[in-house]
């Protein structure tokens, strides 16, 4: 799943699990990891959010979004594009993940 996250490595190795819901202030003395989400591409019916993270590198912040956007219009456009493929070639490429050697 992709889900907003921070994660702050201390000079020990330990790791911290930073709360993503507003602005978070790095510090200069730790390693980040940062997932800044991404598109709800899920088949839920529900509103569909683009996630996201602004990086400031003067006051040294993180800044996550959850933005609504048209997932339907997305789709769309993706799909009249050529970036989505049929079921049938998804399954077949699924199957080559699957078993090794599969042609």
């Known amino acids: 799943m992709h889900e907003q996250k921070i994660f702050e490595v201390a000079d020990d190795g330990s790791v911290r699990d930073l709360l993503a819901d507003s602005v978070v202030k790095l510090r200069s003395d730790r390693e980040y990891f940062v997932n800044p989400g991404s598109l709800d591409a899920s088949r839920k019916q529900a509103p569909k959010f683009a996630e996201f993270a602004l990086f400031d590198s003067g006051p040294m912040t993180v800044e996550f979004f959850r933005v609504p ?5 997305t789709e769309a456009k993706a799909a009249g594009a050529g970036y989505r493929i049929g079921p049938w070639r998804d399954r077949f490429y699924a199957l080559q993940r699957k078993v090794p050697g599969f042609r």
């Open 69 to 73: 956007y048209d997932d339907m219009l």
